[in-house]
């Protein structure tokens, strides 16, 4: 019995890093129209993709308590392929608008792009922190 439970739970971590997508992890964004930036964690949420503000700092690099830290600034991002993740939604704090999402991993770049009526808005490219 004590193998099988051991078999088992190694089963289960096996698998759980298994399902690891290469854009999970904290990405650090592109400073916005005022120069702040954030610190992003992008993981799963069930099925599919999301990324939540965890960090927010001034254009100085001080940190401080921004109303959108806890809030998803990505979600229902689904792997397509090649890098590229679609179909979910981007939320712009600096406009305060949502868009449909797209992302394009390379590396430790991640391309982010809203588009609303085919009118398409640069994210900018996000850099891996961790």
């Known amino acids: 019995m004590k193998t099988f439970l051991t078999a088992a739970a190694l089963s289960l971590i096996a698998a759980t890093g298994a ?32 990324g939540v503000l965890t960090n927010s700092f001034d254009s100085s690099g001080k940190a401080f308590k921004s109303e959108n830290q806890g809030r998803k600034l990505i979600w229902d991002m689904v792997n397509t392929g090649g890098g590229n993740y679609a179909k979910g939604k981007a ?40």
């Open 91 to 130: 939320y712009s704090p600096d406009r305060d608008k949502t868009y449909n999402g797209k992302l394009k991993l390379s590396g430790n770049k991640l391309t982010v792009q809203g588009c609303v009526l085919g009118v398409c808005r640069d994210g900018g490219t996000w850099s891996r922190v961790n």
């Open 19 to 50: 399902f690891a997508d290469p854009v999970f992890g904290t990405w650090q964004t592109t400073k916005d129209d005022n120069g702040n930036y954030g610190r992003i964690n992008v993981s799963a949420c069930g099925s599919k993709i999301c």
